[in-house]
């Protein structure tokens, strides 16, 4: 099939195939297709051109094969992560350097905190008219921190029908406009995690960063199960 995208369609479809794998990966190519509503044909041209150009990496997932083929789903590499991020990385964390140097490790949590207080007060009032229960609560957070280009989901862990569950949502965070920052000033994920609390009511857990390494922020929301009726 000829391909008849102009090129400013082929780069916007290209960015929405990053953006994609960022929010939801690892992802597979024909979660790919259905979401963005192209061919796979198409999404496997991007994906190939964004791994060859190291923004994108494989991962091998289980589950039914193709003959020959291994199972493969993808996530941002680093570089990847680099490219959606602002060019001020450098800069922020010159200047987060010498805050920490001339003021004190105090005066840099004090400035994670209000970072954070800004964003925490947009997203509160986004959360105003939410319900009190926190995985509805998640929901509503998800989508005010897409709306902030967090590339955010959530999914609901845990087995509520098994004795002593633990249940609650898991919120993941593809994309952070201060990744390379964050991981050497970590009071900036600390103050972040703290707001989500404040935000869901809830004591949340963060499980892995992007600063750290990791191909998602993961965070876990727990939320209340019905004791079962002993026997």
Same mark, same amino acid.
């Given at each position: ?47 190939? *051109? ?79 008219? *939410? ?23 959530? /999914? ?71 004791? /079962?009726?002993?026997?």
């Amino acid at each position: 099939m000829v391909n008849t995208d102009t090129p400013t369609q082929e780069s916007r479809t290209r960015d929405r195939v990053l953006r994609v794998v960022s929010q939801q990966g690892p992802v597979s190519i024909a979660a790919l297709t259905t979401v963005l509503g192209v061919t796979e044909t198409a999404v496997r041209r991007h994906v190939d *051109s964004l791994h060859t150009d190291g923004l994108v990496e494989p991962r091998e997932v289980g589950g039914p094969r193709r003959r020959g083929r291994p199972a493969k789903a993808w996530v941002v590499s680093s570089a990847g992560h680099r490219a959606l991020s602002a060019d001020y990385d450098d800069l922020a964390g010159e200047a987060l350097r010498f805050l920490r140097r001339t003021a004190g490790p105090d005066a840099v949590q004090a400035f994670a905190e209000e970072r954070m207080a800004g964003l925490e007060q947009r997203i509160a009032e986004e959360l105003a008219t *939410s319900p009190d229960d926190p995985a509805e609560r998640a929901e509503a957070l998800v989508r005010a921190l897409t709306a902030e280009g967090y590339s955010a989901s959530a /999914r609901p862990v845990g087995t509520p029908d098994a004795p002593h569950a633990l249940t609650g949502v898991q919120l993941c965070q593809g994309h952070c406009p201060v990744q390379h920052v964050a991981s050497e000033f970590p009071e900036l994920c600390e103050a972040e995690t703290e707001a989500f609390s404040r935000l869901l009511g809830v004591h949340v857990q963060r499980l892995a960063t992007l600063a750290h390494g990791d191909h998602v922020c993961t965070t876990f929301v727990p939320t209340p199960t019905t004791e /079962r009726p002993s026997r």
